[in-house]
């Protein structure tokens, strides 16, 4: 096995995919494929599928058409942190994992890694609305996800802190290289953490677009505002004109 | 422009009316010498120096108000005799019985109905309408069944207590927050550690809830089950102290009701304190 295979490799496949509520069709015909390492964002307006499409990849909903496989190796970021809160952090990170030292020791590895070492032992409630997201990600990252799906995670968080957890993020998936697919609806945080961007209109993609804009990725680069403007028109936000 | 040119100095502002707000706090927390629970104790202890007042001066009639002092003296004498504690041991050690027994019932019902729907479907309704049945209602079925040994007293104490554990355990159980649920699926934890890990824990404070309720009916469910014809127990002592009269035996015993009432509650917010530490930085604010 040589490096340029499993860099190649394709750790997502969804064909064809639908998806029904009622009379509501909310996946229609949706073809993806994500390579292993790759950083896919999702971008789509308000019910355009792409929390549903994310559940179904996260095996949260089983009654999806069509082809669609993903790694066994899975975890998910929520939009809420979705911490016990009867649990330490220590334990919220190992939970569903086999009550090992060894476990322990790499889930204590894992909060180092977000720089929450200190607070293994304290209550979820106690932490702030980052801090519990960074547990959110050291409870995905202890499993090394061979996918990371992330659901809107930094959505609640305050604009400074949002701006922390990119830099996390990047740090994080530089080491730990998972295919992550980030569903979100900020446009400047799809440009700036992801390698391709795709964009979900009416449960279907509209758009699948490499981001070639050099790292690191400034908001004051003329390609970022090009493909800035560009995704925005594909999200229906402005037309050429209003900017 | 004038609108600049007319606003007042700095120091005209200070001089005007303008006061310190540390002064205003200070003055609202004065009365906070004292701690709040001694403070909390002015209203008993005033009601009963009124009573002391109106049962001595002969606006009460001391033979159906007797006055405070003659209740302590006639708590003296059946601590002293040592009837008081003769009954109460008894009392106690029936509904210590009925707490036991009801607990684990209700416990038990709860957690299957919680975690099955074909446990909810075979016990949920029944237990809505033994719900809905006032307790004092069985005491004639339990009679029939029973005769009048201490098994229908100890039953009645195991319904009540039983009843307000299943209530509260089950629905807790079922609105322990779906997200967390979900989650803690996704993460790969299996039923045994979503019961152990997820489930009990969240449903413990409704839980505890429960056991407050449990422990307020079962000392209700006492009083029922005494009148059982029982020949020991706080019960008995009450009718007794009805027939002879005794009305500061029957204050006496009201005392001892409103103390094992209150020990109960002291008993479950005890629990919640050592349950519940992960809670406890949430209430705090």
Known sequence: MTVTDTVTETVVVARELRKVFGDNVVIDGLNLEIRAGEFVALLGRSGSGKSTFLRALGALDGDVEGTLRVPERRAIVFQDPRLLPWQRVLTNVTVGLPATSAVRKQALDALAEVSLADKAKVWPRTLSGGEAQRVALARALVREPELLLLDEPFGALDALTRIRMHGLLQDLCRRHTPAVLLVTHDVDEAILL??????????????????????????????????RRWLLTELGVIDGLQI | MTSVLSRPSTKNRIGSGLVDPRAVVKKSQHGQRIPRQVQRLLGPVLLVALWQVLSTTGAFD????????????????????????????????????????????GLGLALITGLSRLGENIFDANMEVLNAIPNFALVPLLIVWFGISEVPKILLITLAVAVSIYINTFSAIRSVDAGLVEAARSFGAGRTEMIYRVIIPGSLPGFLIGLRLALTASWLALIFAETINAKKGLGRMMTDAREYFQVDVVFVLIAVYAALGLFSILIVRFLEGRLLTWRRAYDGD
């Open chain 2, 62 to 105: 001391q033979r159906t108000v007797p006055p405070p002092t003659r209740v302590v003296r006639a708590a003296y004498q059946l601590i002293a005799d040592g009837s008081l504690l003769d009954h109460m041991s008894t009392s106690l050690l029936r509904v210590g019985y009925g707490l036991v027994f009801g607990i684990v019932l």
């Open chain 1, 194 to 227: 992801a390698d391709r961007v795709v964009v979900l209109t009416a449960g279907a993609i509209s758009l699948d677009v490499e981001v070639e804009v050099p790292k690191p990725r400034r908001r004051e680069s003329a390609e970022f505002a090009a493909l």
